[in-house]
């Protein structure tokens, strides 16, 4: 079965870093993008980043950008998010999101499947 795990949430103070973890579990193909999402209470999901297949392609929104690095590790089926220097505002479920055979993309329209989500709060 198909699942996309995430990990490495929890509570953090302003100015301090978590890296989450996507695990692809069960696919046996490299060609999916893999985007991570967010939430806040009372907000829409947005987009934060997205990676292609290859690793090639990476995109960030505007408001983590510089603050935030997307890798992959294809041997082992898992995307990272490091998220640096994080602010209050970045509190939010964290989701990981697969594309198959896509470059990625921050509508969350375009992704097949999705993973259950991690817990960010940052917070004094």
């Known amino acids: 079965q198909l699942q996309l795990v995430e990990s490495g949430g929890g509570l953090v103070q302003p100015g301090g870093s978590l890296r989450l973890s996507c695990a692809a579990i069960g696919f046996t193909s490299d060609y999916y993008a893999i985007g991570w999402f967010r939430q806040a209470p009372g907000k829409e999901r947005e987009g934060v980043s997205y990676i292609s297949s290859s690793g090639g392609m990476k995109k960030y929104a505007d408001s983590v950008k510089g603050r935030f690095t997307i890798s992959r590790d294809n041997a082992n089926n898992r995307v990272y998010l490091q998220m640096n220097r994080l602010k209050p505002e970045d509190t939010a479920v964290y989701y990981c999101?697969?594309?198959?055979?896509?470059?990625?993309?921050?509508?969350?329209?375009?992704?097949?499947?999705w993973g259950r989500g991690t817990q960010v709060t940052v917070s004094s």
């Open positions: 999101a697969l594309q198959f055979y896509g470059l990625g993309s921050f509508s969350d329209r375009e992704y097949d499947h």
